[in-house]
């Protein structure tokens, strides 16, 4: 059973895609050994290569970036076009560093989220150190919402403050307004998904940065989990270069 089990999730309410190039099916293969835990298979969307984003309009971004947004992109409408409510995504060179099954849905339910990364990266100390501080601000404010509850203060601050007040009833697992370097592991609902179809169009944003930046202006109710459960193979990403 995973830890991160809060309530029962069924399978007709989201599904997960693998974004892989069409010269790498060695990379998908690998990723239906690890997801061969969710209730429905993964399905696979072929990924947007360099030399299609050129053709499709790059903005201010590389080829190799603008791909990776169009890939993305592609799996935002096939949710929209599909009958469930949440998407989970994988850029085919994830690695699971824990077994993850349908529960994990279950934490944008309980957490009324409209995105949950449950993958990142941290490619400096600068970023590490950056996520903890964010971590412990989080785990801080989370502290006062209980010692409120458990002890019936009835506080009246912690409804009247933004900070304290959109914490009410989020788990521990998951950092409020916050979100790593990254786009390898996430879960994203319909109305998000429907919302980012309209922005950052001409791209002038990377993937990971267009999601860093949205979360800082809450826009949309964004997190991540506190510790990350699906590193990268360390590889180049294949839905970035074509080999």
């Not at 835990?37 to 201010?60: K, Q, Y």
């Not at 349908?102 to 934490?107: A, G, M, P, V």
């Not at 941290?122 to 971590?135: A, Y």
């Not at 601000?137 to 900070?163: A, E």
């Amino acid at each position: 059973m995973s830890t991160y089990m809060h309530s029962e999730v069924t399978s007709t309410k989201f599904y997960c895609v693998v974004i892989n190039l069409d010269d790498r099916q060695d990379r998908w293969h690998q990723s239906q050994i690890q997801l061969e835990n969710l209730p429905s298979s993964p399905e696979r969307i072929s990924a947007v290569d360099a030399e299609l984003s050129n053709s499709l309009g790059t903005g201010f971004l590389s080829e190799n970036v603008a791909a990776c947004n169009y890939s993305h992109r592609l799996a935002w409408q096939g949710l929209i076009a599909s009958e469930y409510s949440f998407l989970l995504v994988l850029e085919d060179d994830f690695l699971l560093k824990t077994r993850i099954d349908s529960s994990i849905f279950s934490l944008l339910e309980d957490g009324n989220l409209d995105l949950l990364q449950i993958g990142y990266i941290t490619s400096s100390l600068e970023e590490r150190v950056l996520l903890e501080i964010e971590n412990l601000k989080d785990t801080f404010l989370k502290f006062i919402i209980f010692i409120d509850k458990f002890f019936h203060l009835n506080l009246s601050f912690v409804g009247r403050k933004l900070l304290l007040r959109e914490r009410v009833g989020l788990g521990f697992a998951t950092v409020l307004n916050s979100c790593g370097a990254g786009t390898h592991a996430y879960i994203i609902n319909r109305r998000m998904a429907e919302e980012l179809l309209k922005m950052n169009d001409p791209m002038f944003l990377s993937a990971d940065a267009f999601f860093i930046a949205l979360a800082r202006m809450r826009i949309f109710r964004m997190g991540r989990l506190r510790r990350s459960i699906v590193s990268q193979s360390g590889s180049i990403s294949s839905i970035r270069f074509k080999n």
